[in-house]
Nanobody, 124 residues
Framework: QVQLVESGGGLVQTGDSLTLSCVAS????????MAWFRQTPGKEREVVAI????????YYEDFVQGWFTVSRDNAKNAVYLQMNSLKSEDTATYYC?????????????????WGQGTQVTVSS
């Protein structure tokens, strides 16, 4: 059974940095497209960043471009989201997601596996 386990969330102040981690329990991790999504109450889950299987393609939503960095370590079955210059509007539950087909997808329904979510709260 595939599991994605996120960690690294917490309460920080405006301007702080935080790194989220997601570790997958799967031997085929290196074949997967990985993504980070976030969601706030009453809103739809939105994509934050996507990273392709070999890290050759990274995608960022406009609202995090230049502030967030997605990376992965296939040897560790891990994907990371480095978040810098955090703002109050970055407060959300962050989820990592996996697409085992290796396709680049921008909508939640294309991702088969999901982590449980980690809360990030940015206080002003």
């Amino acid at each position: 059974q595939v599991q994605l386990v996120e960690s690294g969330g917490g309460l920080v102040q405006t301007g702080d940095s935080l790194t989220l981690s997601c570790v997958a329990s799967a031997r085929t991790f290196s074949d997967w497209t990985m993504a980070w999504f976030r969601q706030t109450p009453g809103k739809e889950r939105e994509v934050v960043a996507i990273i392709s299987r070999r890290s050759r393609y990274n995608y960022y939503e406009d609202f995090v471009q230049g502030w967030f960095t997605v990376s992965r370590d296939n040897a560790k079955n891990a994907v990371y989201l480095q978040m810098n210059s955090l703002k109050s509007e970055d407060t959300a539950t962050y989820y990592c997601a996996a697409d085992p087909t290796g396709s680049i997808s921008y909508t939640p329904r294309e991702y088969r596996y999901w982590g449980q979510g980690t809360q990030v709260t940015v206080s002003s």
